[in-house]
């Protein structure tokens, strides 16, 4: 335990909700419910320690690490090149992404390279808003429409952009577009996505060894007994992780869905030192669903 967290008892993290169903906050709109928010709670319990939540701002988070609010941020961050620089992490999950859109609407989009000259909404500050700008710049490259890119802070504002017709696709972590899908009428995800190092993990300060051990530690206390498989099935992610590791070790996740460009069937990933994995991702996308688009 970090000497600092034990004397003050608390941990605090930060959050940005409403993203369900990893965070969002009941009908009172300050409860917040979710499953990284049973999972902080679950973790801070193993720790002996209160959780304090923070909600702010997606884009917020990693400058707050930085100037040193918070113990850690839970937001489902993708561990990225880019965001190595700035913050350490802990893995809890597996993520990957999907494209929602209108049930019935003719819109047939696999991959980032089907969105040239779609109107497509997203969290603003996520990790796909990247592979937006990327995917865009090859359409125009050859020759079809830019992708129209709505950064939106709110991620219900995201989704109803679509449900009212300002936008043709939202674009978003996969249990987010599920889970999209499963509480708004008339919308369906159309194809699932899994990129070359698709794990979650919570942020933490750069440098706050001490901290990320804890945090591995608990999650791994949590895999072991049962409690994060309990948590995962209650809130039906499927983003089950093997094991809680830091952003300096190997990582290795089953990942039974996926196919990639060569048609293999992506079963495993192993990841070595994150740091090392140069910008830029490989995507392994399920077929386009039948009798959604």
Request: hydrophobic residues 40%; contains cysteine; glycine residues 12%.
């Amino acid at each position: 335990m970090p000497a600092a967290l034990k004397q003050k008892g608390t941990l605090v993290l930060a959050t940005n909700a409403p993203y369900p169903p990893l965070e969002y906050c009941k009908e009172d709109n300050k409860t917040l419910i979710g499953y990284d928010i049973d999972l902080g709670n679950a973790i801070g319990a193993a720790m002996g320690l209160k959780v304090e939540w923070k909600n702010i701002s997606f884009d917020s988070i990693i400058p707050g690490l930085q100037a040193g609010k918070y113990d850690g941020g839970i937001a489902g961050f993708s561990i990225e090149h880019e965001r190595l620089g700035t913050v350490d992490f802990v893995s809890y999950y597996l993520s990957g992404g999907g494209f929602l859109i209108k049930k019935g609407s003719g819109t047939k989009v696999g991959s980032f390279a089907d969105l040239c000259g779609y109107r497509v909404a997203v969290q603003k500050g996520v990790s796909q808003v990247d592979a937006l700008t990327d995917a865009s710049k090859d359409c125009v490259a050859e020759g079809k429409k830019a992708i129209t890119i709505n950064q939106i802070p709110d991620q219900n504002v995201v989704v109803l952009n679509l449900a009212s017709g300002r936008a043709d696709v939202v674009v978003g972590d996969k249990p987010q577009v599920e889970y999209a899908a499963g509480h708004a009428e008339g919308l369906c995800v159309v194809s699932t996505y899994q990129t070359g190092h698709s794990i979650a993990g919570i942020a933490v300060p750069k440098g706050k060894k001490d901290v990320t051990t804890a945090l591995q530690a608990a999650i791994n206390h949590l895999i072991e007994n049962g409690d994060y498989a309990q948590i995962s099935r209650f809130w039906n992610t499927g983003v089950a992780v093997e094991g809680a590791t830091l952003s300096d070790q190997y990582q290795k996740v089953s990942a039974p869905w996926g196919v990639g460009p060569d048609g293999t069937v992506n079963k495993s990933l192993v990841f070595t030192d994150p740091a090392a994995i140069p910008p830029g991702h490989t995507y392994y996308y399920q077929p386009i669903r039948e009798g959604c688009a």
